[in-house]
């Protein structure tokens, strides 16, 4: 009897035993949502509590993703490109609200711009609030998110989780939940992160952090949230001796005064906060040196052995026509002179040539240091200059042609001691300078290495390396100085010498033309005409010998008075891109759009050019505008995008120094293949465009 007593109790016990089986798999297997994968990314909604227990009025969820390899997602604020994931809880029963938590984010590059997300393994904890308390839950949530490779990949999926009345908690997903909650940024009141100071650096186009820790930081990151309007590049972060003071310094790439409640979000290790911002216009200096390392003298040699060599190479570049006519003219006038005044001309011409790269290397860095976009040959972007250099050659074309003859004062040709030699220097210092000037619109190989590591390194690198190039550019000089004799292989003076002056004479006029039509782009038509309306005047005053000297130079001050001070009233607004029409196969420039175009598999070619750019020019007609490039950009396989930097524009400048970049012409190509883009030399050539543009277009394997 007691053996089926006994067994009566055990059976009862394992039925149930085996109920409490059933019962415990199904809530835990309703404590997470079916699963959404692919190669990309697989994601669930989980739940810390296996039902909803009597009384309860929230509960705590999360979306669970699982980036694959290569793979990243955003955080709510993405950067430059991308989205944040987004969840529509419509068609939810008894849910009242739900609040998207982000952990910390970690920075990455996608298409060469700072993007804010996650990879790996990640949860998103929500807290989500309930209609009547104790009632079960039903969700449903629509998801979108965004994920980027090699490729970007948008995805809308729906994920269910029914969770019914009980208690219990699913331990797995419960841990997972409170890790990343405790990543969760935390607010001022709760960190021992303070933020003490932001400021908007507008010299500089920056915005600058400071903050204090009672903890040293480790390793620290900060991302400012200013809304989808705003972005920011990466950031210049030091720490002083404890590590626990902080000084940031991060790039403004793009700015709207069009944002609400800014904040900011310092990371570190096992800890984070985000605080809401008040921005100062008093931006603190740097208190602590950068941590970046001193560059080694041996790599400046090396950069400045090349820098000498562009210089070399740059004479023999699309720009000798404005320099020709200056450097045979200077040889012209050497024939018949001395030994010791030949070598004393052309050592004068090669003072004159680093005279003004010095002067730009001087310039360049106090641009820098008041924080003004720099670059080779954006004196050419300056209305006023480009006036001064076109009145200047168009004087000297109209003199070469014999309408009238430059001498010096009386008063100073008596006080250099009445010498002709002495008198010659000036001349021969003038067209060292003026070759010099009318050479930086170009652009040679290995030109843009050193220039690029000059502007982004100390104002020693600046000079050092913009010396070096100035030695190579004036080597044609100093070679002639050094050997007098080669002078006098020319034939002996004669009428020759008057079709010589009256072809150097047609160079300069090609030169003065070239430089009215950069006057066209930076100031308009209207500009250009004026300003040669005023050369004309002046050149016709000093062509009339009847003239009066003093009637002369004052026709000269007003003339330059009225050029300097009219081109400016005269200038018409900002055009839009040139060459870009209906008809063109280029299309406006824009940067935000190109990490979208890529991420769709399409191509994108960018060409910075400017009128001003004698190199961009020839790249244009020798290889662009030419089959079989041509053909392909055409094609309809490749997005075209034509940046034009005849005029100053930030977008262009920013999108230069993020590619180290500070000089044009400046091609690169982004797609499928190389979504952070291939840039090309400054000379280009067919193969190396149809070569890059085969490279980009092919996706990778990991990408598919």
Same mark, same amino acid.
Request: charged fraction near 15%.
């Given at each position: 009897?007691?053996?089926?007593?006994?067994?009566?109790?055990?059976?009862?016990?394992?039925?149930?035993?085996?109920?409490?089986?059933?019962?415990?798999?199904?809530?835990?297997?309703?404590?997470?949502?079916?699963?959404?994968?692919?190669?990309?990314?697989?994601?669930?909604?989980?739940?810390?509590?296996?039902?909803?227990?009597?009384?309860?009025?929230?509960?705590?969820?999360?979306?669970?993703?699982?980036?694959?390899?290569?793979?990243?997602?955003?955080?709510?604020?993405?950067?430059?490109?991308?989205?944040?994931?987004?969840?529509?809880?419509?068609?939810?029963?008894?849910?009242?609200?739900?609040?998207?938590?982000?952990?910390?984010?970690?920075?990455?590059?996608?298409?060469?711009?700072?993007?804010?997300?996650?990879?790996?393994?990640?949860?998103?904890?929500?807290?989500?609030?309930?209609?009547?308390?104790?009632?079960?839950?039903?969700?449903?949530?629509?998801?979108?998110?965004?994920?980027?490779?090699?490729?970007?990949?948008?995805?809308?999926?729906?994920?269910?989780?029914?969770?019914?009345?009980?208690?219990?908690?699913?331990?797995?997903?419960?841990?997972?939940?409170?890790?990343?909650?405790?990543?969760?940024?935390?607010?001022?009141?709760?960190?021992?992160?303070?933020?003490?100071?932001?400021?908007?650096?507008?010299?500089?186009?920056?915005?600058?952090?400071?903050?204090?820790?009672?903890?040293?930081?480790?390793?620290?990151?900060?991302?400012?949230?200013?809304?989808?309007?705003?972005?920011?590049?990466?950031?210049?972060?030091?720490?002083?001796?404890?590590?626990?003071?902080?000084?940031?310094?991060?790039?403004?790439?793009?700015?709207?005064?069009?944002?609400?409640?800014?904040?900011?979000?310092?990371?570190?290790?096992?800890?984070?906060?985000?605080?809401?911002?008040?921005?100062?216009?008093?931006?603190?200096?740097?208190?602590?040196?950068?941590?970046?390392?001193?560059?080694?003298?041996?790599?400046?040699?090396?950069?400045?052995?090349?820098?000498?060599?562009?210089?070399?190479?740059?004479? &023999?570049? *699309? =720009?000798?026509? @404005?320099? #020709?006519?200056?450097?045979? $003219?200077?040889? +012209?006038?050497? !024939?018949?002179?001395?030994?010791?005044?030949?070598?004393?001309?052309?050592?004068?011409?090669?003072?004159?040539?680093?005279?003004?790269?010095?002067?730009?290397?001087?310039?360049?860095?106090?641009?820098?240091?008041?924080?003004?976009?720099?670059?080779?040959?954006?004196?050419?972007?300056?209305?006023?200059?480009?006036?001064?250099?076109?009145?200047?050659?168009?004087?000297?074309?109209?003199?070469?042609?014999?309408?009238?003859?430059?001498?010096?004062?009386?008063?100073?040709?008596?006080?250099?001691?009445?010498?002709?030699?002495?008198?010659?220097?000036?001349?021969?210092?003038?067209?060292?300078?003026?070759?010099?000037?009318? &050479?930086? *619109? =170009?652009?040679? @190989?290995? #030109?843009?290495?050193?220039? $690029?590591?000059? +502007?982004?390194? !100390?104002?020693?690198?600046?000079?050092?390396?913009?010396?070096?190039?100035?030695?190579?550019?004036?080597?044609?000089?100093?070679?002639?100085?050094?050997?007098?004799?080669?002078?006098?292989?020319?034939?002996?003076?004669?009428?020759?010498?008057?079709?010589?002056?009256?072809?150097?004479?047609?160079?300069?006029?090609?030169?003065?033309?070239?430089?009215?039509?950069?006057?066209?782009?930076?100031?308009?038509?209207?500009?250009?005409?004026?300003?040669?309306?005023?050369?004309?005047?002046?050149?016709?005053?000093?062509?009339?010998?009847?003239?009066?000297?003093?009637?002369?130079?004052?026709?000269?001050?007003?003339?330059?008075?009225?050029?300097?001070?009219?081109?400016?009233?005269?200038?018409?607004?900002?055009?839009?891109?040139?060459?870009?029409?209906?008809?063109?196969?280029?299309?406006?420039?824009?940067?935000?759009?190109?990490?979208?175009?890529?991420?769709?598999?399409?191509?994108?070619?960018?060409?910075?050019?400017?009128?001003?750019?004698?190199?961009?020019?020839?790249?244009?007609?020798?290889?662009?505008?030419?089959?079989?490039?041509?053909?392909?950009?055409?094609?309809?396989?490749?997005?075209?995008?034509?940046?034009?930097?005849?005029?100053?524009?930030?977008?262009?400048?920013?999108?230069?120094?993020?590619?180290?970049?500070?000089?044009?012409?400046?091609?690169?190509?982004?797609?499928?293949?190389?979504?952070?883009?291939?840039?090309?030399?400054?000379?280009?050539?067919?193969?190396?465009?149809?070569?890059?543009?085969?490279?980009?277009?092919?996706?990778?394997?990991?990408?598919?």
């Amino acid at each position: 009897m007691k053996g089926a007593v006994s067994q009566f109790w055990a059976g009862l016990l394992s039925i149930v035993l085996g109920c409490v089986s059933i019962l415990v798999f199904d809530a835990a297997h309703a404590a997470e949502s079916e699963t959404f994968s692919n190669p990309a990314v697989s994601a669930r909604l989980i739940s810390a509590e296996d039902g909803i227990a009597p009384d309860a009025a929230s509960v705590s969820l999360g979306l669970a993703l699982e980036y694959g390899d290569g793979w990243k997602g955003y955080w709510r604020t993405p950067g430059e490109v991308g989205l944040a994931p987004k969840i529509n809880w419509s068609g939810s029963t008894n849910l009242k609200s739900a609040e998207l938590l982000w952990p910390a984010p970690e920075r990455f590059e996608a298409f060469g711009i700072e993007n804010f997300g996650y990879s790996g393994q990640v949860v998103l904890p929500i807290r989500a609030r309930l209609e009547d308390a104790g009632q079960p839950l039903e969700l449903r949530a629509r998801v979108s998110l965004l994920t980027c490779s090699t490729v970007c990949v948008p995805h809308d999926f729906e994920l269910s989780l029914a969770l019914p009345q009980g208690v219990g908690i699913d331990t797995n997903p419960a841990r997972q939940i409170a890790t990343y909650a405790d990543r969760v940024p935390a607010v001022p009141e709760n960190s021992d992160i303070r933020i003490s100071v932001t400021a908007l650096d507008t010299r500089d186009s920056a915005l600058i952090v400071v903050a204090t820790s009672d903890a040293p930081f480790d390793e620290v990151d900060v991302f400012p949230e200013f809304g989808p309007l705003v972005t920011f590049g990466k950031p210049d972060i030091r720490l002083d001796r404890d590590r626990t003071e902080l000084w940031a310094k991060i790039p403004i790439n793009a700015w709207t005064e069009e944002h609400a409640e800014p904040s900011v979000t310092i990371t570190d290790t096992a800890r984070a906060i985000t605080a809401p911002i008040t921005l100062t216009s008093d931006p603190p200096a740097p208190p602590f040196s950068s941590a970046n390392p001193r560059t080694s003298v041996l790599k400046v040699v090396a950069v400045a052995a090349i820098a000498f060599l562009g210089g070399l190479i740059l004479n &023999a570049m *699309p =720009c000798v026509l @404005p320099v #020709l006519s200056i450097k045979l $003219t200077s040889v +012209l006038k050497a !024939t018949g002179q001395t030994r010791q005044m030949t070598r004393n001309g052309f050592l004068f011409s090669a003072l004159g040539v680093l005279t003004f790269v010095w002067a730009l290397a001087a310039a360049l860095v106090f641009l820098q240091w008041i924080g003004v976009s720099v670059g080779w040959g954006i004196q050419f972007q300056n209305p006023v200059f480009v006036t001064l250099m076109f009145m200047v050659i168009a004087v000297f074309a109209a003199n070469l042609f014999g309408a009238f003859e430059i001498t010096l004062p009386a008063a100073l040709q008596d006080r250099l001691g009445a010498s002709n030699a002495r008198a010659g220097y000036i001349s021969d210092f003038g067209t060292g300078l003026f070759a010099a000037i009318l &050479a930086t *619109p =170009c652009s040679a @190989p290995f #030109l843009g290495t050193a220039i $690029t590591f000059a +502007l982004a390194g !100390t104002s020693l690198d600046v000079i050092v390396i913009f010396t070096a190039l100035g030695l190579g550019l004036a080597l044609p000089y100093l070679v002639i100085a050094a050997r007098p004799e080669l002078v006098t292989r020319l034939p002996r003076p004669g009428r020759w010498m008057l079709l010589v002056r009256i072809l150097l004479g047609g160079l300069l006029l090609a030169t003065a033309a070239w430089l009215l039509f950069v006057l066209v782009g930076v100031a308009g038509g209207r500009a250009a005409a004026f300003i040669s309306a005023l050369t004309a005047a002046l050149i016709v005053a000093a062509s009339i010998p009847q003239a009066n000297r003093w009637l002369r130079r004052a026709t000269l001050s007003v003339c330059v008075f009225l050029a300097i001070f009219g081109v400016g009233l005269t200038s018409t607004p900002d055009r839009t891109t040139a060459g870009v029409d209906a008809t063109s196969h280029w299309q406006d420039f824009e940067p935000p759009s190109i990490a979208r175009r890529v991420s769709e598999g399409e191509t994108v070619f960018v060409d910075v050019t400017a009128d001003w750019c004698l190199t961009c020019k020839a790249n244009k007609s020798l290889v662009l505008d030419r089959d079989p490039v041509r053909a392909r950009l055409r094609g309809g396989s490749v997005i075209a995008m034509q940046a034009d930097w005849t005029r100053s524009d930030d977008n262009i400048a920013r999108f230069l120094e993020r590619y180290d970049r500070y000089g044009i012409p400046f091609n690169i190509v982004f797609g499928p293949g190389s979504p952070s883009g291939i840039a090309l030399p400054e000379i280009l050539t067919p193969q190396a465009v149809l070569d890059a543009l085969d490279t980009a277009s092919v996706r990778s394997v990991a990408s598919e």
